[in-house]
């Protein structure tokens, strides 16, 4: 079969590229399932916002794109997970479906994770774009100074030709 893949293939290619296994029946996720994904995807932003601050830091702009690039796809299964777990979001948690008190506590806990990795991941980004608004600040300064450089020098070089000078003595 040209073309086509085996199903663990399938599996494997589909769960390196997004933050969920292959589903192996249609069944919904619980919220628990939905809650531990996100918070294993969230363990996996937490560097990348930690490093993108790095590169920020250190300026380079093509790493940044290249890392922003490779971070899209981890947002984008962020914001799936998010959308799953809309249904829940009114939900009391005594509301909710458990198959016991174990899980409720641990879901509960891995919630109490995902809020604390979200608000690092949150304040890295804050602090990156800080970083970029003050750098770009920085360089519309260097340049307004380049700028202003040069329409000194043109204009001494209009006064200069004018007059009949052709070259500046440096000694004089």
Not at 22 to 42: C, D, G, N, V, W
Not at 76 to 84: L, M, N, S, V
Not at 102 to 113: C, H, L, N, Q
Request: glycine fraction near 4%; aromatic fraction near 6%; proline fraction near 4%.
């Amino acid at each position: 079969m040209s073309g086509t893949f085996s199903l663990p293939v399938a599996s494997l290619l589909y769960f390196k590229f997004t933050a969920f296994p292959a589903p192996m029946s249609r069944k919904m996720p619980t919220f628990a399932e939905l809650i531990h994904r996100k918070e294993q995807l969230l363990l996996r932003l937490a560097p990348v916002s930690v490093r993108q601050l790095e590169i920020v830091r250190n300026g380079d702009v093509s790493l940044l794109v290249q890392l922003l690039g490779a971070k899209q796809q981890l947002m984008y299964d962020f914001e799936t997970i998010e959308r799953q777990l809309e249904p829940f979001k009114d939900l009391l948690p005594e509301q909710r479906v458990w198959s016991s008190e174990a899980e409720r506590r641990k879901t509960g806990e891995s919630v109490d994770r995902c809020a604390a990795l979200l608000e690092e991941i949150l304040r890295n980004d804050n602090m990156s774009i800080e970083e970029l608004a003050t750098r770009k600040d920085e360089v519309e300064e260097q340049l307004r100074k380049t700028r202003q450089g040069a329409q000194i020098h043109n204009g001494y070089a209009k006064q200069a030709k004018k007059s009949g000078i052709r070259h500046f003595d440096k000694k004089s």
